[in-house]
């Protein structure tokens, strides 16, 4: 059963949205709050908060903003994550999807404004449920509130890895807030208001809900905040990494191709649902990692690049055969392949109406998060918690017990763990060796714009435009 689909209709009966238009707020709301009389009742505040997950999924396309923009929610992060990386590529060398992998994104380029949009989508739906939390049932605001925090921190998470200062909206704002909506507000400071969100969700949910937030879920993305901030804090990275694995609530599955064929299975903390065959439940991205030998589908998108393969098939053990396949003779990414590579069945003979979940943290990511945070800024360790936790993942992909750990350790079984997930562009960020990896895969690859300030993508010409200029620039 999909939660985002059900739960609707057991809440409800009606649509997703928490607002009464169908547009979705990018970034400026055109009045202050949703009308008042929609929020009445408990269940009306649960289905807001449902409505947040909407803008998350991304799945309907077909709903356009005033001024242009699409709420795709995680439906092309790989573009701006996995292609930025060493990881992956486009097969053709055109349009706006091809200019991630070559270092060419601009401005104008639409998948980024529609990410940059679906964010704030998902931001403006928090605040507003936060305006509103005091209709729920006293026993339920707690556990609202830190729903929504913890979405709203999800949401700043990624904006601020991928545009650096962005503006830090906490409350419901007028179009005439423009200090507000625009003001970019230094990186120091938004990973501040992320730490406290998440705190607070630590300390108010558990962890009854892998496809809503939970406990471990924010105590998983705190712990990534932490290593990730300016000034990491790898001893309460480390202190919430513990508290995940010594809870008990989760395991590495046996088989590392039930993670992502078996639904919501005791290695997710938490996933993004989709129901296949359903245009209105559906994703359609793992119809996209494919080449034209498939037909009917994209040119080829998040296309595996060569030294990614031969890390796969040198370090990945049984993981290899789940996250690349042979297609007549090109090499593509299997992980996510609709149904297991079943391009016909419950699709209604659409591929992009797939419904794999979008896993967003699993258990092996916490087991690894433990490792780099006992590590810290040391060369390596041997220390019994990591080398449990490292060989744990180890064992678990057939390969040899590790007896030291380096960070180059450390980064290369990341890659071929999380490979398509998402994961290898903020890796490298949070490691410190970004512009050195990629300059090198820049110039194997005969990439010539690369530069460092490619590890920053443009603020959206469009945002800057509607700003009237009060929005500035990365440089």
């Known amino acids: 059963m999909k939660f985002i689909k059900y739960i609707i209709i057991a809440v409800t009966g009606v649509g997703l949205f928490s607002c009464d238009t169908d547009e979705f707020l990018n970034p400026i ?28 999924q991304g799945v309907n396309e077909s709903t356009q903003s005033s001024d242009g923009a699409y709420n795709r929610g995680v439906q ?13 590529r486009s097969a053709t060398l055109e349009g706006s999807r091809a200019d991630f992998h070559r270092y060419l994104t601009d401005a104008d380029n639409t998948q980024s404004e529609d990410y940059w949009a679906s964010m704030y989508d998902i931001i403006f739906r928090a605040n507003n449920i936060l305006t509103f939390i005091d209709i729920a049932d006293a026993s339920n605001q707690a556990s609202y509130t830190a729903e929504a925090k913890f979405l709203r921190a999800y949401a700043y ?25 625009y003001t970019r507000v230094d990186v120091a400071t938004v990973y501040a208001q992320i730490v406290a969100d998440l705190q607070e969700a630590v300390g108010a949910l558990d962890n009854s809900n892998k496809a809503r937030a939970s406990q471990a879920a924010a105590q998983a ?39 992502f064929y078996s639904e919501l ?18 994703q359609g991205f793992s119809a996209e990692f494919t080449s034209a030998v498939r037909q009917g589908l994209q040119d080829g998108l998040n296309m595996p690049n060569t030294n990614l393969i031969n890390d796969l098939n040198a370090y990945g053990g049984n993981r290899t055969a789940t996250s690349i396949t042979n297609v007549q003779g090109s090499i593509e990414v299997a992980k ?24 967003v943290i699993r258990y092996a990511d916490v087991l690894l998060m433990h490792v780099e945070a006992i590590l810290g800024t040391s060369g390596s360790t041997s220390s019994a918690g990591a080398l449990s936790s490292f060989n ?8 040899t017990a590790a007896t030291a750990i380096s960070k180059d350790d450390l980064l290369l079984e990341r890659r071929v763990e999380f490979a398509f997930e ?52 990365n440089p």
């Not at 092309?76 to 990881?87: G, I, V």
């Not at 200062?165 to 200090?179: F, G, K």
């Open 422 to 473: 998402n994961h290898r562009f903020f890796d490298l960020l949070r490691f410190g060796v970004a512009d050195a990896v990629l300059s090198a895969h820049a110039a194997d690859m005969g990439y010539s714009d690369y530069s460092a300030r490619a590890l920053l993508l443009p603020i959206p010409a469009r945002e800057i435009n509607q700003s009237g200029g009060l929005l500035t620039q």
């Open 76 to 88: 092309y992060e790989y573009l701006l994550t996995e292609h930025r990386s060493d990881n992956t």
């Open 336 to 359: 996510f392949l609709p149904d297991g590579n079943d391009w016909t069945n419950d699709y209604g003979g659409n591929a992009r109406n797939s419904g794999n979940d979008w896993i």
């Open 29 to 56: 709301p055109t009045t202050a709050v949703t009308s008042n009389s929609y929020f009445q009742t408990d269940a009306d505040v649960l289905s807001g908060i449902v409505g947040i997950y909407d803008a998350i």
């Open 157 to 181: 998470f990624n904006l601020v890895r991928l545009y650096g200062a962005v503006p830090l909206i906490t409350e419901v704002a007028l179009p005439s807030d423009t200090e507000v909506l």
């Open 392 to 399: 744990a993942i180890r064992s678990r992909a057939g390969l």
């Open 265 to 282: 299975n005791n290695e997710v903390i938490w996933a993004i649902q989709y129901a296949s065959g359903d245009p209105l439940e559906s």
């Open 221 to 259: 993305l705190l712990a990534k905040v932490y290593l990730s901030q300016p000034t990491p804090n790898y001893q309460e990275a480390q202190v919430l990494c513990e508290a995940i694995i010594n809870g008990g609530d989760y395991s590495l599955m046996t088989n590392f191709n039930d993670v």
